[in-house]
């Protein structure tokens, strides 16, 4: 009686158990890696970067290139990623995305009714990067071989995190962000872009781009993108997306050439670490934002006649990054003030810290950014001066040579 009793509890635990019903096979799928947006005639241009197996699996190069990238026109992404069933003998599988590249002409007309399927679609992850590609269609940009990373939405992935890291003009967003910063008022989204980095002559998309020395062409990421709620309306340079990212908070380290006020002659500094608080305040009605930074930089290379070892002689260079990080951030609220677009979200800091007179402007926000008050308080602080003491030029100097 309890040898059945037994039984009968594992057949009803059976009936529980799914098995393998929804089982897909690694050969019956083509696992994407980066997905490409266009808009031309008013019409999406998908483009899936796939992955080739067999060439990523070998441990030696064979004659095969690594991914393949299919393109196909459709009303919807999802539409388009069934519709490749047409032309692809397996079926599309979008959960290792990397990379998100939004045609230029599509962010133009706005982005927001493509990204709800980035949100929505259950088998996306959503640790993806988003960028914009510059001067080319999107399919262009996946359609490049990269001559050191086998993958291209890899290379792209690995760049961003990298330059982020050690270069202040780029910085990575995802998908959240994104839509949080479209959402939010006060604030509107800057994205990273990319584009085509051409030496010599070669051809990307094909296999030779990746056997040549110094004729090929790579990917290369470009300062931000700026947007007015969801349209792309213009970019910034490369000081100006360095100026975004030291207001907020987001350089981790960057270097930067600086004039010593001599001619022909700059000192290069490394920023190892950077703090930034911007706080507001209302002066006769208008607002004030007052900017604090605190940069610990060393210096990494001089052709100055400034002594380094001299601590007085230190605060110049010192000095002179601080003239050289004003003007950077002179620049980037020059740049707000021109696009009337808050993509510093100072909107956002006055609805926090002054909430009532928020209110009563939030609707003319945008003609307010066309001046704008700030004040500065900056401090360098110079920690090391590297491996040697005296510039060889300056030692040079000093012996009356």
Same mark, same amino acid.
């Given at each position: ?142 359609? @490049? ?28 967003? %995802? ?75 987001? @350089? ?124 500065? %308080? ?14 060889? %030029? ?8």
């Amino acid at each position: 009686m309890r040898v059945a009793r037994g039984t009968l509890v594992y057949l009803c635990l059976l009936c529980l158990l799914s098995g393998c019903w929804s089982k897909t096979e690694l050969n019956e799928i083509g696992i994407v890696t980066a997905i490409g947006i266009d808009l031309i005639d008013d019409e999406y241009i998908i483009s899936v970067q796939i992955l080739n197996p067999s060439e990523i699996a070998q441990i030696a190069s064979s004659n095969q290139i690594p991914v393949y990238v299919y393109s196909i026109k459709a009303n919807s992404i999802l539409e388009a990623i069934k519709k490749m069933s047409t032309i692809v003998s397996r079926e599309i599988y979008i959960a290792h995305t990397r990379m998100v590249i939004i045609g230029e002409g599509l962010a133009v007309n706005g982005i927001s009714h493509i990204l709800d399927f980035f949100t929505r679609y259950n088998e996306l992850r959503p640790d993806f990067y988003l960028v914009i590609a510059k001067d080319y269609r999107a399919e262009e940009i996946m359609s @490049v071989l990269t001559p050191l990373e086998k993958i291209p939405a890899n290379k792209m992935y690995t760049s961003m995190i990298l330059s982020e890291r050690i270069w202040a003009p780029t910085r990575g967003v %995802q998908i959240d962000e994104l839509i949080n910063t479209i959402l939010s008022e006060g604030m509107e989204p800057v994205l990273t872009g990319i584009t085509l980095y051409k030496s010599g002559e070669s051809e990307g998309d094909s296999e030779s781009n990746v056997k040549n020395v110094n004729q090929y062409e790579d990917l290369q990421l470009t300062p931000f993108s700026v947007f007015r709620q969801d349209r792309l309306i213009g970019w910034l340079t490369e000081q100006e997306s360095k100026g975004v990212n030291y207001l907020n908070a987001d @350089v981790i380290s960057t270097v930067g050439p600086i004039d010593c006020q001599e001619e022909n002659r700059n000192f290069t500094t490394e920023v190892t670490s950077a703090k930034a608080d911007v706080i507001s305040k209302i002066v006769s009605g208008k607002p004030v934002f007052l900017v604090n930074i605190t940069l610990a930089a060393e210096l990494k290379e001089t052709s100055c006649q400034i002594d380094p070892t001299n601590k007085e002689s230190l605060k110049k260079y010192e000095q002179l990054m601080i003239k050289e990080l004003r003007h950077t951030l002179g620049q980037t609220f020059a740049a707000v003030e021109h696009y009337q677009t808050d993509f510093l979200g100072l909107g956002n800091l006055l609805k926090r810290q002054q909430p009532s007179y928020w209110e009563e402007n939030k609707q003319n926000w945008q003609e307010q950014l066309s001046k704008l008050s700030v004040e500065y %308080q900056l401090d360098v602080t110079i920690k090391r001066i590297g491996t040697t003491t005296k510039p060889y %030029q300056f030692e040079k100097i000093e012996n009356g040579n």
